[in-house]
């Protein structure tokens, strides 16, 4: 599967879905899409990983990097759509702990209308 990304705006919502590996060679890629969707008013990202097939120490890297800017500007980023091998991935690095992990767009959205 080729890298990719793509996003559209739903219920006040960003949301991101992410296709492909993000790795040392995508990881550039990533930043470049998810800063130019800041930088063009995205402040509530909502991170698709459903089709993601591996997440190496450089694409979390990347995630964080995002994270902190948003919580920066008052915005927010979650994610929804998360495979086992990258649950564990973000459990072993405990980034469960600054990372919110829906199960559903619906649950997204429920979380973001409530807060």
Same mark, same amino acid.
């Given at each position: 599967? #080729?890298?990719?990304?793509?996003? *559209?705006? @739903?219920? &006040?919502?960003?949301? $991101?879905?992410? +296709? &492909?590996?993000?790795?040392? %060679?995508?990881?550039?890629? =990533? *930043? @470049?899409?998810? =800063?130019? !969707?800041?930088d063009n008013g995205g402040a509530h990202l909502v991170i #698709?990983?459903g089709e993601v097939t591996f997440l190496d120490s450089t694409?979390? &890297?990347?995630?964080?990097?995002?994270?902190? *800017? =948003?919580?920066?500007? #008052? &915005? +927010?980023? +979650? %994610?929804?759509g998360v495979n086992d091998r990258v649950r564990r991935v %973000?459990?072993?690095?405990? =980034?469960?702990? !600054?990372? $919110?992990?829906?199960? +559903?767009?619906? #649950?997204? !959205?429920?979380?973001? @209308?409530?807060?």
């Amino acid at each position: 599967m #080729d890298f990719a990304v793509e996003h *559209r705006v @739903e219920k &006040g919502l960003t949301v $991101v879905k992410i +296709s &492909g590996e993000i790795d040392v %060679f995508t990881s550039p890629r =990533l *930043r @470049e899409a998810l =800063l130019g !969707i800041i930088d063009n008013g995205g402040a509530h990202l909502v991170i #698709d990983l459903g089709e993601v097939t591996f997440l190496d120490s450089t694409g979390l &890297g990347v995630l964080v990097g995002v994270y902190h *800017r =948003l919580r920066a500007r #008052d &915005g +927010s980023m +979650s %994610f929804m759509g998360v495979n086992d091998r990258v649950r564990r991935v %973000f459990h072993v690095t405990q =980034l469960t702990k !600054i990372f $919110v992990l829906h199960n +559903s767009l619906e #649950d997204a !959205i429920a979380a973001h @209308e409530s807060a």
